[in-house]
T-cell receptor
Framework: DGGITQSPKYLFRKEGQNVTLSCEQNLNHDAMYWYRQDPGQGLRLIYYSQIVNDFQKGDIAEGYSVSREKKESFPLTVTSAQKNPTAFYLC?????????????FGSGTQLSVL | AQSVTQPDIHITVSEGASLELRCNYS??????LFWYVQSPGQGLQLLLK??????LVQGIKGFEAEFKRSQSSFNLRKPSVHWSDAAEYFCAVGAPNTGNQFYFGTGTSLTVIP
């Protein structure tokens, strides 16, 4: 079945530690996205990528980094510079083109600070 | 700037009653409009979308939404709610000329009373 796989489901970070969240898609979508979800704040865009080896900052990119070395993979690193990393992180992908621009989501990663 | 407003943070309805979730958007042209549903600890699932044409769109699970340009609204409706509809609902705007970005409202939490 085609879809988006996020791992791990739960992740714990120690102070000063970088952690990486995995996102893989087999939908052959060009665009991929990372969103952060906090209670009562909806989804906020961290980074997005429309093509391999290229990505753009979203609204809350500080303290995060990404890479897009392969079309199907878009890992997110939460660095030690992100002082409030506890949140639910959602990866999504989309085709590019008017009738097909809709987001498909993974099942999310809950990141907590120890 | 693009924005999405969902004025109702939480709604409670009785099973079998009708439902309307409100969504207003701000965008310079006609955007792509979406409704997503999220169960606890899960990703988001697309309910329906509006790109162009008929302003009343049908989605999955018996949901429908109506695009009203004059009111900048895209309200979600269901004639008879089922207990399994209890979830978080998000309205979103797709703004193609901003690089394929999507903007989300803060969500409406739906509780269904038996």
């Amino acid at each position: 079945d085609g879809g988006i796989t996020q791992s791990p489901k739960y992740l714990f970070r120690k102070e000063g530690q970088n952690v990486t969240l995995s996102c893989e898609q087999n939908l052959n979508h060009d665009a991929m996205y990372w969103y952060r979800q906090d209670p009562g704040q909806g989804l906020r865009l961290i980074y997005y990528s429309q093509i391999v080896n290229d990505f753009q900052k979203g609204d809350i990119a500080e303290g995060y980094s990404v890479s897009r070395e392969k079309k199907e993979s878009f890992p997110l690193t939460v660095t030690s510079a992100q002082k409030n990393p506890t949140a639910f992180y959602l990866c999504a992908s989309s085709e590019i083109g008017s009738a097909n621009e809709k987001l498909f989501f993974g099942s999310g990663t809950q990141l907590s600070v120890l | 700037a693009q924005s999405v407003t969902q004025p109702d943070i939480h709604i409670t309805v009785s099973e079998g009653a009708s439902l309307e979730l409100r969504c207003n958007y701000s965008y310079g042209a006609t955007p792509y409009l979406f409704w997503y549903v999220q169960s606890p600890g899960q990703g988001l699932q697309l309910l329906l979308k509006y790109f162009s044409g008929d302003t009343l769109v049908q989605g999955i699970k018996g949901f429908e939404a109506e695009f009203k340009r004059s009111q900048s609204s895209f309200n979600l409706r269901k004639p008879s709610v089922h207990w399994s509809d209890a979830a978080e609902y998000f309205c979103a705007v797709g703004a193609p000329n901003t690089g394929n970005q999507f903007y989300f409202g803060t969500g409406t939490s739906l509780t269904v009373i038996p």
